[in-house]
């Protein structure tokens, strides 16, 4: 026994941890002689009043690192930004897959997509990597401009995802504002019958491409579900009916999310509300992903090809004012599924830009046949632009000095690009659904009082418009 407490005196003088105090000797742990030498640690307060009653503190003695316990300790990681586990914080930007070779003396050795299970799986397992994705959307431009927000939250979430859409063929050209997208393809996923061929077709694209996610915002059913479940993607997302119509459509979905009515156009900005809950969830060491406004980006080729049709038209960038909202039967009214009522005949537009001296009005057309219709009520000098896309209206709407429209895809284009506007809506209450906090985002809301767009007052229009746009022209 003397031995060992030999043994055990000497580690204590040679070990790191004591090394700050050399007078302790073996003694220092006999019966109560360590009681005693507690004191050393007890210092007079001189320098102030501060401490106990007695005016002494407690002084600790750091204790070094044992370079012997963990030679690869080299303290805390100053860029380490969620932990320190595999399992905690977001997923790299760099993809995992690592790049071919093709000069290799093995010879050129290619994993096929999804089957470098060495690399893939571990992160996609304990963190839920997405890497490659796809989101269906329904509806038309002003559904799947107002999914913008959502492929941004996607890339934020996501380090590094490869965002794909699937879309109607209207729908399509929203994506050329939308840097974020990968590839965007033609299918309409609400078609009641389709063709067996392209139906397979839609199948196999998606299945050859390997997705880890898969989002849809029509309403599932049964039928739906399963198209979803023949991608063979890991998770899979969609909105389900909120009647019986969902029924059985939950046992192929990773998630269901109950939708709010049978038109989720009918919930507004906010239309997809439930998605962004979702995607938005807190991860391990992650904090709850908060949701982007609604910004778009325009190329350089759109810009020109855009600034060649005004000024053909005899308009120059920054003196112009656009109006968009023409009742017409073409399919490139830009409108929401949910507000049905929002186009006015051309007798209002016409009335109301004789009202507008200090400004010049560009009228978008959606149709060439509309262009006769309008120098007939406005006159032979009047500015009209043929425009079908959304983003030649964006890149219009940019050069301009403010919008003027009734609930169309120009409204939420001039906000996205923090322009002045004046939207027309049929009712308050639809102005605030699709326009939540306008006055931040700089835009008038001119409502009518029946509910009725056609019933809405020209007076409060025109009184608006030149609040807004002739006093900033003067002070220009």
């Not at 949910?338 to 005949?345: I, K, R």
């Not at 009518?448 to 007076?459: F, H, Q, R, V, Y």
Request: glycine share 6%; charged share 25%; proline share 6%.
């Amino acid at each position: 026994m003397a031995a060992v407490a030999g043994v055990h005196a000497s580690l204590l003088l040679t070990s790191p941890i004591v090394s700050n105090n050399p007078k302790i000797s073996p003694s220092f742990y006999s019966s109560n002689a360590h009681k005693h030498n507690l004191t050393k640690f007890f210092t007079p307060n001189s320098d102030s009043g501060k401490g106990n009653g007695n005016g002494c503190h407690l002084r600790a003695i750091k204790a070094k690192k044992n370079p012997w316990l963990d030679p690869f300790d080299y303290g805390e990681d100053p860029d380490m930004e969620y932990g320190e586990l595999f399992a905690d914080g977001k997923q790299d930007a760099e993809y995992p897959r690592p790049p071919d070779n093709p000069d290799s003396e093995y010879g050129f050795l290619k994993f096929p997509k999804g089957y470098n299970v060495e690399i893939a799986s571990l992160g996609a397992m304990l963190r839920g990597d997405v890497r490659v994705c796809v989101c269906m959307v329904a509806g038309g431009v002003y559904e799947n401009l107002l999914f913008f927000p959502v492929i941004q939250l996607l890339r934020d979430r996501y380090p590094g995802v490869r965002i794909d859409m699937i879309a109607t063929a209207r729908g399509k050209q929203t994506y050329e504002m939308n840097k974020n997208v990968r590839y965007a393809n033609v299918y309409d996923v609400e078609k009641e019958f389709v063709v067996p061929a392209d139906y397979m077709e839609a199948v196999g694209m998606l299945k050859n491409r390997y997705y880890d996610l898969v989002i849809s915002t029509k309403l599932a059913g049964l039928g739906h579900s399963i198209f979803m479940f023949l991608t063979s993607a890991r998770t899979k997302i969609s909105y389900v009916y909120p009647n019986v119509n969902a029924a059985g459509a939950g046992l192929f979905l990773t998630e269901a999310l109950k939708a709010p009515q049978l038109d989720l156009a009918d919930g507004g900005y906010n239309m997809y509300k439930e998605l962004i809950e979702q995607l938005a969830q807190p991860g391990r060491n992650v904090p709850r992903q908060p949701v982007p406004p609604l910004r778009i980006s325009i190329s350089r080729k759109l810009r020109e090809v855009v600034e060649t049709k005004y000024k053909d038209a005899g308009l120059m960038k920054g003196e112009f004012l656009v109006i968009h909202g023409i009742e017409s039967d073409s399919a490139a009214t830009m409108q929401s599924r949910g507000d049905c009522d929002s186009l006015l005949p051309i007798k209002f537009w016409a009335d109301l830009s004789r009202s507008l001296r200090s400004v010049k009005v560009l009228f978008i057309i959606p149709h060439e046949r509309e262009r006769e219709n309008i120098m007939e009520a406005v006159g032979e000098d009047s500015y009209i632009v043929f425009i079908t896309t959304p983003g030649q209206l964006a890149a219009l709407i940019n050069d301009s000095i403010g919008v003027v429209a009734t609930n169309t895809a120009a409204i939420q284009l001039a906000n996205a690009l923090d322009k002045p506007s004046v939207a027309l809506f049929s009712s308050i209450k639809k102005a605030k659904l699709f326009i939540p906090n306008a006055t931040e985002k700089r835009c008038t809301i001119i409502a009518s009082e029946t509910g009725k767009l056609a019933d809405i007052n020209m007076e409060d229009a025109k009184v608006a418009i030149k609040d807004v746009f002739e006093k900033s022209m003067v002070a220009a």
